[in-house]
């Protein structure tokens, strides 16, 4: 072939130049098309062992779901849901209960579970941050007991935790590892977490953004643990996800940095537009609080940010409105210049700017302002009502049906005060409809752990955790028995100051613990043994204040049952209205306890049942009821 390029004459040459362009193009549209072949090659990965896509054609109409490949089928529940939006066919939690389980036993579990190597990757929208967040996993994490993993979120961050037989201390070890921004609620992340038996790894859009040597080994597991996608689901913790999940793939391999960052680049259709949302909701439907002559506070918590309108008035045309002072999820809406003692009407309208306006709006309402202080009154008392809503909600309605002007709380109104979920569906979901009725007076009890939620949902007056009020010809003031009561401390001196100004006819203090109760085993085995009958620092601390000072009745919980005791002076049973008369009120939906084997000194009447109190001022007399699960009076005393 060679020679003959010596011999071209000049039209020959422009011949072959046209050949040779032709033949270079060629080459040029072959290169490209291997160009394209070599990044297809790249941006193909080998396929995970399980994935999910959400799509109608998986799911069933009982609710069943399959995987991608049909190897395994879960059961969706809950509120969670296909939706079909701009970005094609995606998973909606709307942040109710909602969850796709796959199973719960390991041995059952086992071939599709990774035993050492492993990688999760989804695509997801997070509309509610959560403290912790499950997106999939097969997970317990009770005390110490920590074992299996879950690809998720901690308070926004992108987080994998994983327990591995390298860091068992016994009964397993978890490294919750977290990094890079909190995700953004309304778009799109892609969300993976890796473990090659030495190093986790997270990843969001593709980029690391956490890693950690601290598991080695196999995966620890537990025998039994839900398999889940859309929750943090273990024996005692459910966090549901809020928003939209696509694509989730599971691989029984490490995959590495670059495969990770191809799984982002290949981001399926539905992660091209904006994410479906949940729509416009009350997390927390309307409650009262802080009630004056002339005031109260309308709170809500609503499901994304946005502005919140009160209108109010004397009838149910309203017609003043008042709003919260900006965007977000918690409002306080405080309403003045309203007539003293008055029924009110109001309702709550939430609205959400963005693309197009959402508008949310209560029914309308009910309050009445603090009546006048010659005014006869009701009140109902309530404690314990933790991790119970369907009694807290029997409790709260039958006390509805005494028309209370408020309810004070004795604390523990939720089994664990930092966690939300337990706030939003147990606490304000048992007792919303007495609530947006009728203000409530917290006390901090054991459980609420002090935490910031406590304080988030109530607003009370500075520093909280202690403060008073009046209502009518009585003196209410609350003391946190969970922070120091020693004489020197800021809430006992508070306290004397306080009670020794006092002029009104009544002084109630309510606080969590009891300073007397004839429960069995709190303050030592009576059953085995002695007891103190209470918290010793109580008794030494503020009984004497409380008799010094004139203090007729104080409130607890904690105990879960009900006891009222005789009236008490330096330690003895005296006669009435000589001593104070302490009762005890933990019915409100805690798990109940029981009594000594033997009567105590003090003890008038006890039950062991959920219940709740009622207590109606009228000038010097004050009457005390005692109301069981099903409404009937077990017990009254009327104090004059
Ligand atoms: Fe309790
Ligand atoms: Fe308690």
Known sequence: MSP????????????????????????????????????????????????????????????????????????????????????????????????????????????????????????????????????????QDNGDYEKGWVLGSTKGQACLAIASKGADDGNGKLTYLSG???????????????????RMAVYVDGKLVAESNDQSGDILYPDRAPFVIGAYRDDNEFHPHVGALQDFRLWKTALTAEQIAILHRNKPACASADPPRPPLKFTVAPWLQWAEEDGITVSCETSMDCQVVVEYG?????????????????HHV???????????????????????????ESPILTFQTKTDADQAFGFMVVGDT???????????????????????????????????????????????????RVPIYPSLGNHEQNAQLYYDYFTLPDPEYYYDFEWGNTHFVVIDTNKPIRPDSDQVRWLEKTLARSSSDWKVVYHHHP???SDENDYGNTWKGSSTQGVTAIQKHLVPIYEKHGVDVVFNGHIHVYERTWPIRNGKTVGPGEGVVYITGGGGGGHLEGFAPNRTWFSNNKRVDHHFLIVNVNGKQMEISAYDIDGRLFDRIILD
């Open 4 to 139: 003959q390029f010596y011999r071209v004459s000049p039209s020959d040459f422009s011949e072959k130049c046209q050949r040779n362009y032709w033949l270079w193009l060629l080459m040029l549209i072959c290169a490209l098309q291997f160009g394209f072949v070599v990044e297809a090659q790249q941006d193909s990965l080998e396929s995970p062992f399980l994935q999910w896509e959400f799509r109608a054609s998986y799911l069933d109409d009982d609710g069943s779901f399959r995987s991608r490949d049909g190897r395994i089928t879960g059961s969706i529940s809950g509120d969670l849901s296909l939706k079909n939006s701009e970005s094609g066919v995606s998973l909606l939690a709307e942040g109710g209960s909602g969850m796709l389980l796959l199973g719960e036993s390991y041995s059952k579990l086992k071939d599709h579970l990774p035993q050492r190597e492993l990688t999760v990757s989804c695509w997801v929208s997070q509309d509610e941050i959560l403290e912790w967040g499950g997106l999939l996993g097969f997970l």
């Open 180 to 198: 890079g921004d909190p995700l953004q609620p309304g778009r799109w992340y892609h969300i993976a977490g890796s473990y090659d038996g030495e």
């Open 314 to 330: 004397l009838n149910s045309e309203l017609g003043k409105a008042a709003r919260s002072s900006a965007s977000g999820r918690m």
């Open 334 to 360: 405080k309403l003045s210049s309203l007539e003293k003692g008055t029924p009110h009407f109001y309702k709550v309208t939430a609205i959400r700017k963005g693309k197009g306006e959402e508008v949310l």
């Open 386 to 436: 933790q991790n119970n809503p369907q009694v807290t909600a029997a409790v709260t309605d039958l006390a509805w049906g005494h028309r209370p002007n408020f309810v004070i709380h004795c604390g523990d109104l939720v089994g664990t005060g930092s966690n939300k979920r337990e706030w939003v569906h147990e606490f304000f979901a048992g007792a919303s409809r007495l609530l947006q």
């Open 515 to 517: 300073a007397w109760t």
